[in-house]
């Protein structure tokens, strides 16, 4: 009997201090990791742009067919659920490029036709010779292994010519604590505990309780959530070499840490590097390109985190100046076997600009293109020609 006093009274004080444990949590330091989103109605950006997605393994996607608005830009999504005008047709001559990644790629805070997929086709088709269309399907919140899913079930119906990877640093991270994947999740009952979601966090992927550096953490060698990036660009890596679909991943910065000093994430831009390079993925590091421009420049005003319209421009022009000078992004081949064509050049006809396509180009300084920089690929890579393939 007295046993059993003390067992309940052990129970008891256990219980009281837990209580105490959640009410501190909650009134001074939520754990905002793995918290179930609040559902607000009228909430447009998770409710009306959004739905759960058709693939299996992703939570949500871009509903399609949507117009709207978030962060003061203007959304509006094609028949395929991409932020981007409707595709050509089949048989219309156009190369494709396939643009995958996370909110960066999607463009926060910035219309369509500025993020640096539509600015890359924009500076695409001013080159001399043939039509371009850089496909954006980009979603928020999306990780690596996500993104995989997206190549897997989505993008290779549209036979791409090229594979762009945005990479985002946070994009090791595919457990569901973004804001859409907790919306349309459903929450497990001690997601509503301070107290176990804090539990949680200290058991998932080595990260500490507090004070933890989320992005190195989520990059540590041998952690679940790096591993989750090598899975994902070999399951890339898998499905476009069978295809002959050259990759290039282009890394982004974090842009509140731009600026300050030299910059402290370069050893994991260099093993994200690596990695794609092992799954035989052509890499462009965007930290030194960002570099060169001041670093408040490059952040959107209404979201830090992202990048402003200058921002996506200096992206696009980076990955426009990579794709002039490795032709074999376009001819179809990986990385590492670049092959010169044989056969005399063709010259592809320069493109007019069609209805729903970008306005001629201008560089990151707001000044029109000059005409040594729309020059084409073959003049500008000596003897090397392209061939194109039906």
Known sequence: MRLAGNLALALASAALAVGACELALALFAPVEFMRPA?????????????????????????APNREGSHLGAAIRTNSHGMRDDEPAPAGSGVTRIAVVGDSVT?????????????????????????????????????????EALVVEHKVLAFEPRLVIVG???????????????????????????????LVARALEGGLAPLGSDYTASIHAPGSPTWASVVEGFGRIGELTRARGI??????????RELGAGPYPRRAIHEQVAAAARAAGFHVLDLAPVFAKVPAP????????????????????????????????LLQGLPAGQAQRASASRISWARPSLQPGHRSPPQTATGTPASPASRTSWWSASGSRSITRSS
Not at 115 to 139: P, S
Not at 168 to 190: E, I, M, T, V, Y
Not at 246 to 255: D, H, N, S, T, Y
Not at 298 to 321: C, K, M, Q, T
């Open 167 to 197: 990479y985002s640093l946070n994009d090791a991270d595919p457990r569901p604590n973004q804001p859409l994947h907790q919306h349309f999740g459903r929450p497990r009952w001690w997601q509503h505990s301070n107290v176990l979601r």
């Open 246 to 255: 050259p990759v290039l991943v282009a890394i982004f910065p974090r842009l």
């Open 297 to 328: 420049q490059l952040r959107n005003p209404r979201d830090p985190s992202h990048p402003s319209v200058l921002g996506h421009r200096v992206a696009a022009e980076a990955i426009h100046a990579r794709l002039r000078a490795e032709l074999e």
């Open 106 to 146: 999607f463009g926060f805070a910035v219309e369509g036709h500025e993020t640096y997929a539509g600015v890359l086709e924009e500076l695409l088709n001013a080159d001399e010779g043939g039509r371009f269309e850089a496909l954006n399907f980009g979603v928020g919140g999306y990780s690596t292994r996500d």
């Open 38 to 62: 609040e559902r607000l109605e009228g909430d447009a950006w998770r409710t009306y742009l959004h739905r759960p997605s058709e693939v299996p393994g992703l939570a949500y996607e871009l």
